[in-house]
């Protein structure tokens, strides 16, 4: 199958897509080296290094790409010096740092490792309406390690008390790693990003086990119709066959595309946590005193957090929360079944059936099906990528990449008023008796499942 002229009017599908990744990777790539040479000297500095060495290595991460801003990119320099470029702003990590510091103060035997961060020095001038802010930045790299399997797990309870607390999501395998501090997390964006009406009752009493749960960081057996999916939890998940999703491999050579085929999907081990056998259940006396722990502490700094100009206002004003409306997982099994054969002969065909895919997605998860977001999804998966929400800084209103409104209102609360409202409810209302028997109920049931992938 040889690449044929962009113009052509009978280009086959799986050219047109192979096309549209080159030219996205080769633009991730431009803007990429152009960042790095202009940040050269503040990274050296950042180092404390007269300069930076020579590039040794440079891998993508396990992350999905971000746009056309393409992937997480691991930069490991001569002399073993090893950062991570980030292809988006970087607060959340910055802010979520701030938050662990304030804690570790108070009681340093439940400090979570967290790494510093650089804001990118470029400025992006996309015309009118454009951040002033640089949409990229740079993290140290948190080296894999182990600790005692009882520190592991308590400062894994404080790691979920402050993760829910402030509403952070998306700490699914690939974004926590175990490290000789214990487990710490690796990417921050969706800081905020879990309040949502969906965790919210109309009596305006949280759903604590639904909040517990889309942390991320504990197992929740999601089913995609006949499939049970992998236990992909930041705290829990490891190494498995994922069922249904295959991955598009091209086949060629620079000058030729010979061939799409698909091989089966599998998690890969991200070694998260010290043992690969353990039972959830088995830890719970652990992560429920890290928790009680972290609850301690909080009520201690709680003043200083909610004070005029304290860390819950710089919060409201920096940050912009991803939204996860649905796991990467079930995306992945969107494009997979959209890339099969059947699908292939016209993007009609493709367009369509992913079309029905999202609208029976929503339905089963019981999504509001809005046209505004299911066409930003849309328009995502048709070009392979995984789409992209936030909630405005200070807002409730959740937009597309570049900061275009989809929908007003979306949340019943602002991130920052959530948080509020949560640290202003900490020791009263028997809250934490309510945790309790929620994370003991989640652990559970995973013990009952068992984690069982059917191959």
Known sequence: MRRADPTAPDRSLPDILARTLLEDWVAAVRLFLLRLGADAERLARWQGLPALRSIASLTTAASEVHGSAGAVIRLRFVGGLTIFYKPRRVTGESLWAEWNAAVAEVDEEISVPTARVLAGGLVDRGGPGASALPSYGWMENLARGSCAEKVHWQRAGALLCLAHLVGLS????????????GPAVLDAECLGGVISSRHWQDSGAEDVQGSLLATGLLPNAERWGAFQLPDVSGLFGGAAPVPGVLLPCWTGSQAEIRELRFVPARLLEQRNRPSRTLQPLLALPEILSGYARATLALLGIRPHLLRRGGWVDRFETQHSPRVVLRSTLSY???????????????EEIRQGMLRSELERASLDAGIPTHAGILEDELQALLRLRVPSFHLAAGTRDMVAEGGRVLVRDAASHTPANAIRHRLKGLGRNGMEETVKAEL?????????AGNVIPR
């Open 332 to 346: 992945g099994l969107m494009l997979s079944r959209s890339l099969l054969a059947e699908r292939l002969p016209s």
């Open 170 to 181: 998306d700490l699914h395998m690939s974004n926590v790693v175990a490290t000789a501090g």
């Open 440 to 448: 003991a109920s989640i652990l559970f049931r995973a013990r009952r």
